[in-house]
């Protein structure tokens, strides 16, 4: 084989779709990216008027984005490979209610969706004391730190407890603070249900704002039995 044959052949992946033009499967390059999947958005399932959904620039860069998460068309040479993938957004984004979530490079370490520890570091002051609070923790004491709070939403490990501060600065660790109060998130949702009907109306509010704002898994159930309670 001549050094010229064994060399690799170079695949075009130029624009090929001119300004003004409607993209087709014919006048587009299955080798670009950004043109690759153009001709598929055209006239899509429940599309009335106009033919494409959005602009053609706009489009060229869902193109491109499918084609990095491995799409390509039957005409492409180049082989499918995956490049990115999709992280859904964290309850500690920024607007996390209405977070679109990242795209991060396919090789990227997954995120836990909701990280109890890094929502409660995330917290302002003032919302941290709130939450405290709401769980049950002493008004009077001071704020209890973050790994506390997060014991008293997860159950998990053993609070500590301790007092005022003494005239030195250290903690007195045998005067016992308030307890945190119920938990839901250490029983199943009858019980919750059950505890809800019986208790009053403050401390409905606190265990709804520990189930809807602190729980891993907030339960559908319960929340639309109270809807309006605990936001």
């Not at 050094?3 to 075009?12: I, L, T």
């Not at 984005?65 to 990115?84: A, F």
């Not at 045998?174 to 109306?201: C, M, Q, R, S």
């Amino acid at each position: 084989m001549s050094k010229k044959s064994s060399r690799p052949v170079e695949v075009d992946t130029s624009p090929w779709l001119k300004p003004g033009e409607f993209p087709t499967l014919e006048n587009t390059n299955p080798n670009c990216p950004e043109e690759a999947l153009l001709h598929t958005f055209a006239g899509l399932p429940g599309m009335k008027g106009a033919p494409l959904p959005f602009p053609i620039e706009y489009l060229k860069e869902v193109s491109r984005r499918q084609w990095d998460c491995g799409v390509r068309p039957m005409d492409s040479v180049i082989p499918p490979e995956r490049k990115i993938k999709y992280q859904q957004p964290k309850n500690t984004d920024p607007h996390w209610l209405t977070s679109p979530g990242v795209w991060v490079p396919a090789d990227a370490p997954d995120r836990s969706k909701f990280d109890i520890k890094e929502f409660v570091a995330s917290l302002p002051q003032d919302t941290k004391r709130q939450l405290a609070e709401a769980l049950g923790f002493d008004t009077n004491a001071p704020l209890p730190e973050d790994g506390q709070i997060v014991a008293g939403v997860t159950g998990e490990g053993k609070q500590l407890k301790t007092g005022p501060v003494s005239r030195d600065g250290a903690y007195v660790t045998n005067y016992p603070v308030k307890d945190p109060g119920w938990n839901p998130a250490l029983h199943t949702v009858d019980e919750v249900l059950e505890y809800l009907a019986a208790v009053d109306d403050a401390e409905r509010e606190r265990v709804l704002m520990v189930e809807r704002h602190l729980s891993k898994r907030p339960r559908k159930t319960i929340l639309d039995r109270f809807p309006e309670v605990g936001v």
